[in-house]
């Protein structure tokens, strides 16, 4: 011991993180001292000039120093190549839900009044709503974005926290219908809670086999120690309860569609989204770097998960009546098709054809999915958004452009060629079965036909039936939801005829895989 | 003889496990999870003691850390809901199924 040596933190690589929360922290200031009628002119430019910048950061990098080959800040995160096409994916995800965010119509103008009472209608009647959304999202955001690029469990639980925390409050500031709203702030927090604490027990388990919390050192130990292996499947099943929580998988998914459907749309379109691409790198990482000489062990088990999700995700969504709560099933069931990916591991070539393929799918995904629930704002009637399917009859002749770009996601989600969801399931699929899970696949081609049912019947309840004499109105969008809905429509086109240069893209950045 | 501290460890996780299953009152679930979080810490604290290095005593600050911010959120959220149905019980919270 020769005194103690200061760390080393690569503040370059880690520029578009400390971007991220650097932004969030001044936004807090800024409600502290700024006055209210400002706040919010300040929050919108600064949001998304920091998304935008950090973005641009993580292009910059690529383009100027490649891809790092070795974990930095003292190996605690691993910038390498899956982590900076997860950041950009997670960016653009969150700049077209900060322009959903934006809209003033969706979060509570005082979350402290009672529902109901004369302080909620006198904060109404003041105007605006909380400007605190903004960041909180920011801190969300960079949570995500940690998460997916930890490289050792105690900043990967850390991650995991920074993204929950601002979250479960995002999910309880909707503007109508406060009590679902708040209702499902609660229950996704005990939830959340409950299941991080599970994720907690097991990283305990495997330091306490393992000696270190580093994923590289994790791995390294898989052939080092012997005798503890009671402690390291059990940590390996706990970490995996607190992570398939996170992604949704059945039998972990009876938030999902409860928190979708009470959250303000803007948080749903931002968790449904990023969340979901964050936990996958987060997965990816617990079981492909740190477990990845245990796959013998976890395989059966994530297979079992896997078609239970893929199965849960489309038949429960066939009964559902609420427009958000079948997206929420939807996003289930796409959880189930990404599991299989990470299922088909090999070797290197194969688990980068597989990675390449994750990637994609999340991108191509998590655009569409934004997309969808920023159409879900604009269909309103008296009580704010039309949530009951019923109220969605007819909605092709009273709007047919909005309802011709819903069936587009719709059909994306369903995975219909020329739409960016067919070669998002094509490229996962073909991984999975050349990884030798065809089983999965069956059960997975299987079960996006049952999906595609559904997804039919939301068509052709829109155009072929007579619309309701009362029914929603099509809000007029205000520039960033209109901007939000072609954006997401355009993706989906590009993706879906031209993948090449994306999957090139996603194949570069999965080429050198995970670094240890 | 660090085993009978990890026995602890996990009695506490199991009491905090099964009182978030059948409690009813949201802020007493969420000091069972709390409970939870601290079985972790004696757990990680112990494998410290064991490998005989310093990484668990660490995690075992940040993880107190998290709780306390996770403290913050959760009574917010538990308060505002408390005021608009003047009930903390997580069966009252019955609006959002199927």
């Known amino acids: ?516 | 003889m660090t085993t009978h501290y990890l026995v602890l460890s996990a009695l506490l996780f199991a009491i905090g496990a099964v009182g978030v299953l059948v409690r009813r009152n949201a802020i007493v679930v969420f000091m069972c999870v709390e409970l939870m979080l601290n079985a972790c810490n004696l757990a990680f604290v112990t494998f410290a003691r064991q490998h005989g290095n310093l990484d668990g005593q660490i995690i075992a600050f940040f993880v107190m850390v998290v709780a306390a911010a996770e403290v913050v959120v959760g009574l917010a959220i538990i308060v505002t809901i408390f005021r608009t149905r003047r009930s903390a019980s997580v069966d009252d919270a019955n609006l959002l199924k199927y």
């Not at chain 1, 617990?286 to 976890?298: P, R």
């Not at chain 1, 090139?504 to 999965?510: C, E, G, I, N, T």
């Open chain 1, 1 to 516: 011991m020769n005194g103690i040596q200061p760390p080393t933190i690569e503040y370059g690589q880690l520029m578009p993180l400390l971007l991220v929360f650097g932004a969030a922290i001044v936004g807090v200031l800024i409600e502290a001292f700024a006055p209210r009628y400002l706040r919010k002119a300040i929050h919108v430019p600064l949001t998304m000039l920091t998304l935008l910048g950090a973005f641009g950061l993580v292009i910059v990098q690529v383009l100027r120093d490649g891809v790092p080959t070795a974990a930095v800040a003292m190996g605690a995160i691993a910038v390498d190549g899956p982590s900076l096409f997860i950041w950009g994916v997670i960016l653009v995800l969150s700049v077209v839900s900060v322009l959903l965010i934006n809209d003033d119509d969706n979060f509570v103008a005082s979350a402290a009044a009672v529902p109901g009472s004369p302080d909620e209608e006198e904060a109404i009647a003041r105007g605006g709503a909380h400007t605190e959304v903004y960041p909180l999202a920011l801190f969300a955001i960079g949570g995500m974005m940690l998460f997916a690029a930890s490289n050792d469990l105690l900043i990967m639980f850390v991650g995991l926290e920074v993204m929950s925390l601002p979250l479960y409050l995002l999910c309880g500031l909707a503007r109508r219908r406060r009590l679902l709203s708040q209702e499902s702030s609660v229950k996704y927090f005990l939830l959340g809670a409950f299941s991080s604490a599970f994720f907690l027990y097991g990283m305990a388990m495997i330091y306490g086999y393992a000696g270190t919390v580093d994923l590289g050192g994790i791995n390294d130990a898989l052939g080092r120690v012997g005798g503890q292996d009671t402690l390291l499947y059990l940590g390996t099943a706990l970490l995996g309860v607190g992570l398939f929580f996170k992604i949704g998988a059945a039998p972990f998914q009876a938030w999902k569609p409860d928190v979708y459907q009470g959250a303000p749309t803007p948080i749903t379109a931002l968790m449904a989204s990023g969340t979901l691409v964050a936990a996958f790198g987060a997965v990816l990482r617990v079981f492909w770097v740190a477990l990845g000489n245990l796959d013998w062990d976890w395989r059966p088990v994530m297979w079992g998960i896997a078609i239970l999700t893929m199965i849960v995700g489309a038949i429960l969504a066939i009964t559902q009546t609420d427009i958000k709560r079948m997206l929420a099933y939807s996003s289930i069931a796409h959880a189930g098709f990404l599991l299989t990916g990470v299922i088909a591991t090999g070797e290197a070539t194969q688990n980068a054809n597989s990675l390449s393929a994750l990637l994609f799918y999340l991108l191509a995904y998590g655009i569409t999915t934004v997309g969808a629930f920023a159409v879900v704002t604009m269909v309103r009637d008296a009580g704010g958004e039309a949530g009951h399917l019923s109220r969605w009859a007819g909605l092709g002749k009273r709007s047919p452009a909005l309802a011709g770009i819903f069936a587009f996601f719709l059909l994306a989600f369903a995975g219909i060629p020329l739409t960016s969801g067919f070669f998002g399931k094509y490229a996962v699929f073909a991984a999975a079965v050349a990884g030798g899970a065809l089983p999965l696949v069956v059960v997975g081609v299987v079960s996006s036909a049952i999906a595609a049912f559904f997804y039919v019947r939301v068509i052709v309840l829109m155009f072929f039936s007579e619309p309701a004499a009362d029914g929603p109105t099509i809000a007029v969008p205000s520039a960033g939801t209109a901007a939000v809905v072609a954006l997401a429509a355009a993706a989906t086109v590009v993706l879906g005829v031209y993948p090449q240069p994306v999957f090139d893209l996603a194949d570069a950045a999965a080429s050198s895989l995970f670094v240890r």
